[in-house]
Nanobody
Framework: VQLQASGGGLVQAGGSLRLSCAVS????????MGWFRQAPGKEREFVAA????????YYADSVKGRFTISRDNGKNTVYLQMNSLKPEDTGVYSC?????????????????WGQGTLVTVSS
């Protein structure tokens, strides 16, 4: 599969953004999807994941209650709604696909990655 992330930008603290990840291929509905981010000078970290059906979601503690991951299998797209953004949310956000379908916070479980989209939150 091929993944294309979009929706990043510059936003003030407290604001919102919605990221989208469009996925090519008929097998999208079988894949779990994840969002990861990498801040300048830091390791890539898990943000959120959703299983193949959308029935299970997982979040990093740092974003729980502020971010929501969802998917539209009819549109082959996964979303990340980000509310109450903080400067520490700044980074390059990448989407990834896991053919096992379960959803995981482990980046090594994801076989396909899209290019990142930059999110900058100003204070």
């Amino acid at each position: 599969v091929q993944l294309q992330a979009s929706g990043g930008g510059l936003v003030q603290a407290g604001g919102s953004l919605r990221l989208s990840c469009a996925v090519s291929g008929r097998a999208f509905r079988n894949y779990a999807m994840g969002w990861f981010r990498q801040a300048p000078g830091k390791e890539r970290e898990f943000v959120a994941a959703i299983n193949w059906s959308g029935g299970s979601t997982y979040y990093a503690d740092s974003v729980k209650g502020r971010f929501t991951i969802s998917r539209d299998n009819g549109k082959n797209t996964v979303y990340l709604q980000m509310n109450s953004l903080k400067p520490e949310d700044t980074g390059v956000y990448s989407c990834a696909a896991d053919r096992m379908g379960r959803g995981t916070s482990l980046s090594r479980e994801y076989e396909s990655w899209g290019q990142g989209t930059l999110v900058t939150v100003s204070s």
